[in-house]
């Protein structure tokens, strides 16, 4: 057969699948009476409700300050301010065929104006709810903290902690299966934390696999509970609620990078205005052969840990609280992390091992978590091995640093 008629086979058979898939009476043809309008966001949908859209946007803006004291001579008061735009995000979600097709497109600007794609993936969701298949670039689910939006934490930014710990966004396939109203359990397949941004062929993982469990331990309705927990706030009239969870993620690295087995173990707890949070996560590198450039020597058998603790109050309920967290992590001499398929810089071996930070503030909510001001303070007790922007922590040789935050975010 010659390649012309190859060609035309193909796009005849791609014809006739295209024909079927709009002859299926749950692709929503044609149809009139659609609706339009806003709830939590823009939407357009057919009047069947089988096919949707809903736009979004999410802004944060930030003046920072920060100010660090080092040792040597001359002078150590080495302080810097200014504004950040923290985050610009433009999402797009909704189903189509009927409500169990499901997409999601997160567009997201950076400080310095470029954008690039985050969430990037489509789903399926059987008919009675208890499993939901989604491909494509996504976050494995791993921390608690990662899991809960940008737009919920509870001070101006995650954690350091999460930021060093997390996967983040990787290419892969996830399974989300709901056995029973208290417990979800999500296994992703991915190609390696912070590798969102790489092709397979550049990133330093070949393959990762992860795993977490989540049950709503107290709660008298399960399903609410859950949702309680998609941010960190304990808003006026929610129940009781405490959830727990238990995750891990292994990584197998390219010739030259090291595997990474990660775990982690969390609780969260609202009543009453009073929400609390604790973690503890903890990795372990192996290496086998030559390093490549920019791996740290010593990395073969560090292993890592770190746990957090977070308390705030809800002072006038949906309007002001108060909020606290500490957190610690034992580098064991080494700081490691990929990101956009390559090291980062500064991953090198360390002579001080631990990184101590505390962090308090308050929210002022004029819209919830929609419209809202923070202001918080950063403390580093220990030098801060790399920058971190998302933190407004610099980089440091010696002694400690403190930053001021102050935020405005705006969601619709």
């Known amino acids: 057969m010659t390649r012309n008629h190859s060609s035309r086979r193909l796009l005849a058979v791609a014809g006739g699948v295209f024909s079927l898939l709009l002859a299926h009476p749950g692709t929503g043809a044609a149809q009139s009476g659609g609706q339009g309008g806003y709830n939590g966001g823009f939407f357009i949908r057919d009047a069947a ?14 003046y920072i300050f920060n100010s660090r004291d080092e040792d040597g001579p001359g002078n150590n008061d080495l302080d810097v301010g200014g504004f950040q735009l923290r985050r610009g995000q433009i999402n797009f979600q909704g189903n189509i065929f009927n409500p169990r097709w499901t997409f999601r497109t997160r567009i997201d600007a950076s400080n310095g104006g470029a954008f690039s794609a985050a969430y990037l993936w489509f789903a399926y969701t059987t008919e009675d709810d208890e499993f939901t298949f989604r491909v494509g670039q996504l976050k494995p689910e791993f921390l ?42 999500t296994g992703t397949v991915h190609g390696g934390s912070y590798s969102y941004r790489s092709d397979y062929t550049a990133a330093p993982t070949s393959v990762g696999f992860a795993g977490r469990a989540s049950w709503v331990a107290v709660g008298e309705n399960p399903s609410r509970a859950r949702s309680q927990f998609g941010d960190f706030q304990a808003w006026d009239g929610e129940q009781t609620a405490a959830l727990v969870g238990l995750a891990a993620d292994y990584e197998l690295g390219r010739d030259g990078f090291p595997d990474l087995l990660k775990w982690t173990a969390d609780g969260s ?67 490691y992390r990929l990101n956009q398929g390559s090291v980062l810089n500064g991953s090198r071996n360390l002579a001080d091992d631990h990184l101590s930070l505390l962090t308090f503030g308050v929210n002022r909510y004029l819209v919830k978590n929609n419209a809202r001001f923070t202001l918080d303070f ?32 705006l969601r619709f």
């Open 269 to 335: 707890l609202e009543s009453e205005g009073v929400s609390l949070f604790g973690a503890i996560v903890g990795q372990h590198f192996s290496t086998s052969g030559p390093l490549s450039g920019g791996v740290p020597g010593a990395i073969n058998g560090v292993d890592q840990l770190g746990f957090i603790g977070q308390a705030a109050y809800m002072v006038l309920p949906n309007k002001l609280d108060a909020f606290a967290r500490f957190e610690s992590i034992d580098f064991d001499g080494a700081w």
């Open 378 to 409: 950063v403390h580093a007790f220990d030098p801060v091995p790399v920058s971190d922007a998302g933190n407004a922590l610099l980089q440091s040789d010696s002694g400690d640093q403190t930053t001021i935050r102050a935020q405005v975010q």
């Open 144 to 185: 608690q903290e990662e899991v809960i939006s940008d737009y919920a934490q509870q001070s101006a930014e995650r954690s350091s902690l999460n930021e060093y710990f997390t996967t983040d966004f990787s290419k892969g396939v996830q399974l989300v299966a709901r056995p029973t109203d208290r417990l979800q359990v």
């Open 49 to 62: 409700g089988n096919n949707e859209l809903r736009i979004g946007g999410f802004y944060q803006t930030r």
